[in-house]
């Protein structure tokens, strides 16, 4: 079953695996200008350099082979971020989530979040959730914390992973 839910400001829904991307043109154009450099800091190399069409489906190709995607939108044609799922061991899900920069500091990341979690409690798939984030990034951790996180650990390659418990 295909995550969507609404927020009072945001717009989110899972991209169904079986669409094909060529028909995702407005996903692909955008992806380039969500994904600069700073929005791609502290992410892995696979979220690097994506700054055309042809990368941007290369990117959506391998995002969509590991992971659950799903767009945000502030509108119906206006795409601002992703969340990203990935199952894990014992009903956990480890997500991630990015947002364009212009879209920074108006209370987005929250209230995804918070969205979010709301949507995984109703639908009972996870007993937690999981997410990963590097030690640089305070905005990130600042939000995980405030969204009810708690820390569990720390990876030799610095990433802070955080756990909040649906159940």
């Not at 941007?56 to 119906?76: C, D, E, F, G, I």
């Not at 709301?118 to 969204?147: F, H, M, P, R, Y």
Request: aromatic residues 8%.
């Amino acid at each position: 079953m295909a995550i969507e839910f609404n927020t009072s400001r945001l717009i989110v829904t899972e991209i169904d695996h079986d669409q094909p991307l060529l028909k995702c043109n407005e996903l692909l154009e955008r992806v380039p200008h969500i994904l600069t450099p700073a929005v791609v800091e502290c992410l892995p190399p696979h979220f690097q350099s994506i700054n055309c069409v042809d990368s941007a489906n290369v990117w959506l190709k391998n995002m969509l082979s590991q992971s659950r995607l799903l767009v945000v939108r502030t509108a119906p044609e206006h795409i601002i971020g992703f969340l990203f799922i990935s199952t894990g061991t014992e009903q956990s899900a480890y997500i991630g989530y990015l947002l364009a920069k212009e879209e920074w500091g108006v209370g987005f990341a929250s209230e995804l979040l918070n969205g979010f979690i709301a949507e995984a409690k109703v639908i009972k798939t996870w007993s937690s959730l999981i997410a990963g984030v590097d030690q640089g990034n305070n905005g990130s951790i600042k939000l995980l914390e405030k969204c009810g996180f708690s820390q569990q650990q720390i990876s030799k390659q610095g990433v802070i992973f955080y756990r909040y418990l649906l159940r």
